[in-house]
Structure formats: structure tokens, C-alpha cells
């Protein structure tokens, strides 16, 4: 199915040109935003015409909406990926299978955060961008609840379906935060990634198993 502002590419070298456009549209905007997204700086840094853009895309709006299915869709197949492997892993402990599902969570944002940031502020104001992030949402709070509650009975926890929904959106919202404000959280405290991810894992450790986070090391996640 055709996506509203883009124009499929029918031929090998119209893909590739595709691909080159996708892929300078994806560094505008990770460097600055909606505001560096400019039709003529793509086409520079992709070494196309403008015309070549525009023979591919409606408009800027048109190129958003590309870049967003773009990131996305890599995203939703990696995801998936990622917790198909977990799934296979029925001999794997609770304690390590919850840390490998906050670790895949928080993978795919350090990845694409950059890219991802401009267009969730985009999609305040534009319902299709939002619709689409949403159902990216929606995968990735499926597959973590899904995995996490096939070990139900081994959860600490009186109500599991609803405790790991809360656990989700605690670690989903925190690396949301950190892609729309950066690692300083509203100028206060400054949290490195991989500090992040620590105390996210020891979060749900404690939250849905009553225990604390060892790592690899074998020392507590105090």
C-alpha cells in the first residue's frame, strides 16, 4: 500500500536513490530536528536534485512520514527479533530473562533515539505520525508484557498482568524522557545511559521479582 506523501520505487537505481534520501533526511533531522529537515540540504547531502526528492515524496511533510516508517518499521523487526531469541530461552532465569527484556527495550532507543526524538515532538501536532508511533508502542508493550507474563508464576507480585504493564511503562517512559530531553532531566540530574539502564533493570528486579539486581560481576546493584 502506497504511504500518503511517498511514492513507491518501482526500479533498482530509484531505490537506491530512495535509500540515499532516507538516509540524509534520517541525519537532518537527528542533528536538528524539523527545523534542519529542508528539502534542498537532504537532496545536497544525499547528492540528488531537489527534483529527484520531490519525485519521490509529496513534500517535506511527505518525507517526515517516510523517515518515520522508515525508523520504525527497523525498529518493530528488531524488536521482534530480539524477543523471539528471549523466547527460545525457556531454560533461561527470571531474574536474567527481565534483564535482557529492559536491555532490548532500551537498545533500540539508544540506537534510533536521535532520529526518534523530532518526530514524536512532530507527531503532537500531526495524528498520522502519531498513530504510527503509537503502534510501535503498542508492539514493543506487547512483546515485553507477553514474555515477562509467561513467567507469571514466578513474579513477586499479587497482580502480575497489571504489575508488569506498570513495570513497561516505567522503563518505557524513563528512555522516552531521555529521547525528548536528553540525559539531563529537566536541568536537574544528569544520568549517563548506561547508569540508566542499571537502575531500570534493578527497578523491575525489585518491582516484579522482590529482589535485588546482581550483574555480571556478581555484585549488588546498589
Same mark, same amino acid.
Given at each position: 500500500? $502506497?504511504? +500518503? ?8 537505481? +530509484? ?14 533531522? *537527528?542533528? =536538528? ?7 534542498? #540540504?537532504? *537532496?545536497?547531502?544525499?547528492?540528488? +536534485? ?25 525498529? =518493530?523487526? =528488531? %524488536? ?11 531454560? &533461561?532465569?527470571?531474574? $536474567?530473562? /527481565? ?6 527495550? /532500551? ?14 515532538? #512532530? ?7 502519531? $498513530? #504510527? ?24 507480585? +499479587? ?5 508488569? *504493564? ?8 524513563? /528512555? ?16 549517563? $545511559?548506561?547508569?540508566? %539502564?542499571?537502575?531500570?533493570? &534493578? %527497578? ?15 555484585? =549488588?546493584?546498589?
Amino acid at each position: 500500500m $502506497e504511504r +500518503s506523501g511517498r511514492r513507491p520505487a518501482q526500479q533498482k537505481r +530509484s531505490r537506491i536513490t530512495e535509500r540515499k534520501i532516507l538516509t540524509a533526511a534520517r541525519l537532518a533531522l *537527528a542533528e =536538528d530536528g524539523w527545523e534542519g529537515l529542508a528539502v534542498a #540540504r537532504v *537532496a545536497a547531502a544525499a547528492r540528488v +536534485s531537489v527534483g529527484s526528492v520531490y519525485e519521490r515524496f509529496a513534500d517535506k511533510v511527505g518525507l517526515v512520514h517516510a523517515v518515520q516508517h522508515d525508523v520504525l518499521d527497523e525498529v =518493530d523487526a =528488531d %524488536l521482534r527479533e530480539a524477543f523471539a531469541r528471549l523466547r527460545e530461552r525457556t531454560r &533461561t532465569p527470571s531474574a $536474567e530473562l /527481565v534483564t535482557e527484556a529492559v536491555h532490548a527495550l /532500551v537498545l533500540q532507543v539508544a540506537r534510533h533515539g536521535a532520529v526518534m526524538g523530532p518526530l514524536i515532538l #512532530r507527531a503532537a501536532a500531526d495524528p498520522s505520525l502519531r $498513530e #504510527r508511533g503509537n503502534a510501535t508502542s503498542a508492539l514493543a508493550e506487547e512483546l515485553f508484557t507477553s514474555l515477562i507474563l509467561d513467567r507469571a508464576g514466578e513474579l513477586a507480585c +499479587s497482580r502480575p498482568g497489571t504489575a508488569v *504493564a506498570v513495570a513497561f511503562r516505567a522503563v518505557f517512559s524513563t /528512555v522516552m524522557w531521555q529521547v525528548l530531553f536528553g540525559p539531563v532531566a529537566a536541568g536537574r540530574h544528569s544520568i549517563p $545511559e548506561d547508569q540508566q %539502564l542499571h537502575e531500570l533493570i &534493578t %527497578l523491575c528486579h525489585a518491582y516484579l521479582l522482590g529482589t535485588g539486581y546482581r550483574n555480571v560481576t556478581g555484585q =549488588d546493584g546498589s
